[in-house]
């Protein structure tokens, strides 16, 4: 058995929740990324997202160059050059990196898209964050050319090249959408019979259809279906039965995920990790069900994640990285941890932001 598994609760109750860590670690994150996520250069948006969405969380966007940031952001959309290309099935959305943003090298050779539904959400959730206004990108060209990227059972691909296609992609879609605030690009319909199709027997949903329940994929096809306006909030209280998903069976299979050491995992026989602690405590808050789980030790869970560097690790007494970092603070916004940001848990971001107040 993994030794992860194994530590004294003892731990937990010495220590306290450092914010002022985590604003430093996060700091450092956006002045220079260290050596070990030279492999993660693609996705160096995603890496701005959980830095800059992070600091937001501790209440501590001062210390991002906003102008600098939206510059940034801006340059790693991809426009096409007229309404024949924009019609011609690509999607214009952002691309993830520099590393992905071929340069125009001359009129004849064509320059590749490498537009990603996920690079798009993350470009949208920084913008918003740090107080940009949406109204000036150009969203026609997005929202129309996202529609090429849905399939005819509703489900989405990242990319208009073809790759996999499951639930991660079609709640990038339906955040896209909510945050421009224009469903053209999408068939509602559509996408809420995919994700109806991958609730599993136990409650859970899986990536797709007839595939393992896996607490990512159901934090996305709830919040799908709550930014698509398909089930109301705290709808355990109000009338679950009226609900197109089995919200009690769903509920279960939550609860279920909360292990002797308080943290959650994201399925069954799999050890507690931080993310799931955001996953599954999101989709049960969604659900107006939190009142059920085991906060306190919840709480004790995460503080042994909590790195002396700053930061959170995936595991009790790991180092810490940027993925685990984001959703722990996500995790202490949902249990109230004073001087953090109420948190927006269908949208990924604080109340404020997402409001865009």
Not at 76 to 88: G, R
Not at 314 to 336: I, Q, T, V
């Amino acid at each position: 058995m993994e030794s992860h598994k194994f530590w004294d609760k003892s731990e937990s109750n010495q220590l306290e929740f450092d914010r002022d860590r985590h604003i430093t670690y996060l700091q450092m994150m956006y002045q220079l990324l260290p050596e070990a996520y030279q492999g993660q250069e693609i996705n160096r948006l995603t890496l701005a997202y959980f830095i800059i969405l992070g600091l937001d969380i501790t209440n501590s966007l001062h210390c991002v160059e906003k102008e600098a940031v939206v510059d940034w952001v801006l340059s790693l959309q991809y426009h096409p050059k007229d309404d024949v290309e924009l019609n011609n099935g690509e999607f214009f959305g952002f691309h993830g990196s520099r590393s992905s943003q071929f340069q125009v090298n001359n009129d004849v050779v064509k320059v590749p898209n490498g537009s990603h539904l996920a690079s798009t959400y993350c470009a949208l959730a920084i913008l918003k964050t740090v107080g940009y206004d949406l109204t000036l990108i150009n969203s026609n060209s997005i929202m129309k050319s996202m529609k090429n990227l849905q399939q005819p059972d509703g489900s989405f691909m990242p990319i208009h090249t073809g790759a996999e296609t499951d639930l991660r992609f079609v709640y990038c879609a339906a955040a896209i959408s909510c945050m421009l605030k224009d469903w053209s690009g999408m068939d509602k319909e559509r996408a809420k019979n995919y994700i109806i199709n991958c609730q599993s027997y136990d409650g859970g949903f899986g990536l797709i259809p007839g595939s393992e329940s896996h607490g990512g994929a159901t934090y996305c096809a709830i919040s799908s279906l709550q930014l698509m306006g398909f089930i109301e909030d705290d709808l355990l209280t109000r009338n679950p039965s009226s609900c197109t998903i089995n919200v009690p069976l769903l509920v279960n299979w939550c609860l279920q995920r909360q292990e002797m050491d308080g943290g959650f995992q994201g399925r069954p026989n799999k050890p507690s990790d931080t993310c799931y602690a955001f996953w599954i405590v999101g989709v049960l808050k969604i659900l107006g069900a939190c009142k059920f789980i085991d906060e306190r030790c919840l709480r004790e869970f995460l503080l042994t994640c909590q790195s002396e560097f700053g930061g959170f690790s995936k595991f009790p007494r790991k180092l810490p990285d940027l993925y685990h970092s984001y959703y722990g603070l996500c995790a202490f916004s949902l249990l109230r941890e004073p001087n953090l940001k109420p948190f927006s848990v269908e949208l990924g971001m604080a109340d404020v932001a997402a409001l865009g107040i």
